[in-house]
């Protein structure tokens, strides 16, 4: 999965202030290496781990993004299953003209993972503060 770094929020005015770091090249590994770990660019790394309590903070919150979009992922395949069982279940009332069942359980998990998947977006909306 070759994912482009996520870049930094727009700010409105945008960003007056610049700052050069130089670096070795066995540093600039180091720093691309993490970077593209968690997929964040450079900049938005070194700012993140200088704001944030250091190195091992911003590693840890780009961590507990990678988990939040690991969980939403399964979320959404639990979703499409869940629906490929609504339409089967929709098809199964019109042919026959009764709903069966197991219908309940199945409109019951939809509503589960909804609550899930609020959850989650609550999450990732919290990280982003």
Same mark, same amino acid.
């Given at each position: ?14 960003? $007056? ?6 670096? !070795?090249?066995?540093?600039?590994? $180091? %720093?691309?290496? =993490? ?10 790394? =070194?700012?993140?781990?200088? %704001? ?17 979009? !690991?969980?939403?992922?399964?979320? $959404?395949? $639990?979703?499409? @299953?869940?629906?490929? &069982?609504? &339409?089967? =279940?929709?098809?199964?009332? &019109?042919?026959? @003209? ?20 609020? @959850? =989650?977006?609550?999450?990732? @909306?919290?990280?982003?503060?």
């Amino acid at each position: 999965m070759d994912e482009k770094p996520t870049r930094r929020r727009r700010v409105e005015g945008g960003r $007056q202030r610049r700052h050069v770091v130089r670096v !070795t090249a066995e540093e600039e590994a $180091q %720093l691309r290496d =993490l970077s593209a770990r968690y997929r964040v660019s450079v900049p938005k790394l =070194l700012v993140d781990s200088a %704001l944030s309590g250091g190195a091992d903070a911003a590693v840890s919150n780009a961590s507990v993004r990678a988990e939040v979009l !690991t969980s939403l992922f399964a979320a $959404q395949r $639990q979703i499409a @299953g869940i629906a490929n &069982n609504v &339409n089967q =279940l929709a098809k199964f009332a &019109n042919a026959n @003209g009764f709903v069966p069942g197991d219908a309940a359980a199945a409109l019951d998990e939809a509503r589960r993972t909804t609550m899930r998947i609020s @959850g =989650l977006v609550d999450e990732i @909306g919290a990280s982003l503060r």
